[in-house]
């Protein structure tokens, strides 16, 4: 019984802890009778670059675009994207150049956002805000197992925007 409370509980403060956006909310100024209206802020993904995958190695497909949200900025794949499942390691890159290479011999060139989640659809990587993102010109599909570029998209500003930011 004390199980049953306790998970009632549990779900009633979940209920009213869970914020609504859109809504405005109310803050009170001392009594019941004079309350300020309060907008509680969306948070909004703003592109800053876009590209279009290249076929390398391997017919690749899509597009890539950096986003900026609340500060940080991820590298987002649109539910278009495709690419060869042949590849047992694949891994998303940065690189510094417009053209990647189809092999890498130095990586220095390049940041590793990791592995492929998956072979096709939407997907999203964080870069880390270490990262000057003003440096890297394209995004690419890597096998590391074979040491080949399976496909790229040079980026390019988004519409309105600068890659310098």
């Not at 009213?16 to 209206?37: C, H, I």
């Not at 096709?120 to 096998?143: H, K, L, T």
Request: some cysteine; proline content about 7%; glycine content about 8%.
């Amino acid at each position: 019984m004390k199980l049953n409370r306790l998970a009632f509980s549990v779900t009633s403060a979940l209920l009213f802890a869970v914020p609504v956006v859109g809504v405005p909310a109310f803050q009170s100024r001392g009594n019941a009778e004079t309350l300020t209206p309060q907008v509680i802020a969306q948070s909004q993904s703003v592109a800053i670059a876009t590209g279009t995958f290249v076929a390398g190695e391997a017919p690749t497909t899509g597009t890539a675009r950096i986003v900026t949200e609340n500060g940080h900025r991820y590298l987002e794949l649109d539910a278009a994207f495709s690419t060869s499942n042949m590849g047992p390691d694949l891994h998303v890159l940065l690189d510094s150049t417009n053209r990647p290479p189809q092999s890498y011999t130095n990586l220095g060139s390049v940041i590793n956002l990791g592995g492929l989640r998956e072979y096709s659809g939407a997907q999203r990587y964080p870069i880390p805000d270490s990262i000057a993102i003003e440096n890297f010109d394209s995004v690419v599909i890597w096998c590391r197992m074979a040491n080949a570029t399976f496909g790229y998209a040079p980026l390019n500003p988004a519409t309105n925007a600068s890659i310098r930011q």
